[in-house]
């Protein structure tokens, strides 16, 4: 089976669909993935055939006030310049990510099949529950379902908003208004991160995780026996600011060791109870007993998945939703706004109840329930 796989240079998105790519090509398919210029390289170097997804450059007509219209009118543009190398490689079925939407156009407007890949959580709007993103959970009795319909309702007009932005931008390159959607859709996450909602989606699989790690340097953590406690500060754009600093300074004296992970940009100087720089997250999260992160849904998945508890300091995007997902779920403490002090606070009390390491292993176990994403993709085509 040949596969395009679509995504974003944001490692959110590129690394699930790196990790898919992977998964391919262990099972015997031919996959190409096509993403922005930072990860072309290392992906080749994992083995990946990896391409330039051209038209991800903001364009002078796109408009930044209004980001429905951007997203969907940009989606257009890169299906149009999609189109040639699909062509060229003439797939037998396209991956296209959640937020790199000209995948899945350029599949369509060539007539082949594709699915849409979440690199999180479904975040489709339900009938069952609160606007995603509000970080509640489903209200209960009379007040509660009262409360989920009038914010529902509140949010109602930006997503017929987006609808129609979606169908005019659909439009603009030859495809009728009305979107068919994906014959599939993979929900790469831990079904301990996901909320019942009675109207799942049909053809919709939650794969678990997909996961690969950028370098193979292995960072040393500091020499000791005191709790490890690993940072790893948000990688989107919309991240909480200052984390490892603050991280750093709370835990001054608390005896604990820090190993940070920083994917670029590492301080010259931590002190001698810490490490900082570029190395396996996976290797750390072996040795950690608790992880300062930004909720960001990779590293709370990767921190989850191996069963360690997580302090939580949530910025914007869907970061705020995950992190109430995680504290519902038992694994987790979320500190908003940080400081040392609440951080310190926070290190502490999920090292001195086993209840939160006991809640990760829980979450952890729940990958057992997932669904093989080649099977699914495979089963697409049949």
Known sequence: MRVAVVAGPDPGHAFPALALCLAFIEAGDEPVLFTGTRWIEPARAAGVPTELLKGLAPRPIDDDLDAGARIHGRAAHISTELLPDLRAMNPDLVVSDILTAGGGMAAERLGIPWIELSPHPLYAPSKGLP???????????????????????????????????????RVSVGLPSKDPGPVRRL?????????????????????????????????????????????????????????LETTLSGLEGAGVRVIASILEGAPTTVPAWARAG????????????????????????????????????????????????????????????PS??????????????????????????????????????????R
């Open 340 to 381: 040392p002090d609440a951080l310190r606070a926070a290190v502490e009390q999920v090292l001195s109840h086993a209840a939160f390491a006991e809640a990760a292993q829980r979450a952890a176990k729940t990958i057992a329930e997932v669904d093989d994403p080649v099977v699914v993709c495979r089963g697409a085509l």
């Open 278 to 337: 570029l190395g396996r997250q996976d290797v750390m999260l072996q040795q950690a007993d608790v992880v300062v992160c930004g909720g960001g849904h990779g590293m709370l998945a990767k921190a989850l998945l191996t069963g360690v508890p997580v302090v939580v300091v949530p910025g914007g995007g869907d970061q705020w939703e995950l992190a109430n997902r995680a504290v519902r779920q038992g694994s987790a403490v979320m500190v908003r706004p």
């Open 131 to 169: 606007p995603i993103g509000s970080g509640l959970a489903p209200g209960t009795g009379v007040r509660g379902r009262i409360r989920d319909t009038l914010m529902r309702a509140a949010t109602a007009r930006s997503i017929r908003q987006g609808e129609r932005q979606r169908a005019q931008a």
């Open 187 to 243: 929900v790469a996450t831990l079904p301990a991160l996901e909320v019942p909602r009675p109207d799942w989606p049909a053809e919709t699989y939650v794969v678990g995780p997909l996961l690969w790690e950028p370098t193979d340097e292995v960072l040393p953590v500091p020499e000791g026996s005191d709790p490890l406690v690993m940072v790893a500060p948000s990688t989107a754009f919309t991240g909480a600011e200052g984390m």
